[in-house]
């Protein structure tokens, strides 16, 4: 071949590999298809014949992708758009929810953070994410500093996810959600995803009827285009006086579940 560009040697194990994800993606699609509930309105969910038939769609997502590449672009993304926030994070405790693979966790790590993660199917000896389950947080009322999310697009229930963050959250705590884009902005939810909005404000006015607060909004390209946003807390950077009052005026109490 001319010029630098190599011919990439023939690779039966990733050959193998890519065959099964393909096989594995097919048979998932005969058996969940496409069908949504509510698919004209506000917001819509997947349907499933049963919770557990939720369970094993979600934790197959790891075994059909591969996160090598969105694991070194994501975890640079994420922590340069922490980082900006000019919050002193050494020190506080942060739960990102649905971390698959753990990248949102190194990030927060990056930043001097205590941080795990949760995934329903975390993988093999998997150093920073845990077993656990979005909608039934399995840790202790009003112990975390932050809760972060990238992944609410694959909610079953996103009112009782609300309510579980609210539970394990400090009072002062902070929420940050990563959202892509909705399809008034011509996105689709992709296999795997199991809820999703008309836009971006149909999300956010979910958790703010849980009781939650918008502190701050911030577009982000990375790894798609949608929004970051911050709920709550007295950390978040705020722009005037009367913003300052309502955030340190927030006062949670966890709901019963």
Known sequence: MSGNHKKRAFDPLRFFTRLKRSIRKRVLFRKFGEAWNAPKEALQNRSYESYDAYLEHQKAKLETHDFADYDVAFRTALRERLAALEISWPGRTVLCLAARIGTEVKAFLDLGCFAIGIDLNPGEENRYVVHGDFHDL????NSIDVVYTNSLDHAFDIDRIAKEILKVLKPEGLLIVEAVQGRDQGVNPGFFESFFWKNIDELV??????????????AITHPWPGEQICFG???IPVSSRAQRSEVEGLRRKSPDV
Do not use: D
Request: glycine content about 10%.
């Open 138 to 141: 399995q840790y202790a009322p």
């Open 205 to 218: 006015r979910v958790f703010e009827n849980a009781g939650f607060k918008v502190t701050r909004r911030t």
């Open 233 to 235: 807390g007295t950390a």
